[in-house]
Nanobody, 112 residues
Framework: EVHLVESGGDAVQPGGSLRLSCIASGVDFERTDMGWYRQAPARECELVATISPGGVPTFYADSVKGRFTISRDNAKNTVYLQMNSLKTEDTAMYYC?????RGQGTQVTVSS
């Protein structure tokens, strides 16, 4: 059974930065694509970024290009999402994803 645990969410001011982490278990981590989704109130779930098993980012949503960076450490079974220049519209619950599996999410709130 795949188990994903996210952390790193917090409340920050616009322009701030956060780094989200997700530790995966129950999966052959170094052979699988990983991704991050986000869900804001009253909005559809949005795919934010994905990364190949070898660590090459394969997708960024237009809304985060140039501000967010996805990366991974296969030795630690961990995928990261570095978020810079945060905007109020980045406020959402952020979920780590592997295939159809999701973690419990970590809340990011951007507000002045």
């Amino acid at each position: 059974e795949v188990h994903l645990v996210e952390s790193g969410g917090d409340a920050v001011q616009p322009g701030g930065s956060l780094r989200l982490s997700c530790i995966a278990s129950g999966v052959d981590f170094e052979r699988t694509d990983m991704g991050w989704y986000r869900q804001a109130p009253a909005r559809e779930c949005e795919l934010v970024a994905t990364i190949s098993p070898g660590g090459v980012p394969t997708f960024y949503a237009d809304s985060v290009k140039g501000r967010f960076t996805i990366s991974r450490d296969n030795a630690k079974n961990t995928v990261y999402l570095q978020m810079n220049s945060l905007k109020t519209e980045d406020t959402a619950m952020y979920y780590c994803a592997q295939g159809q599996s999701r973690g419990q999410g970590t809340q990011v709130t951007v507000s002045s």
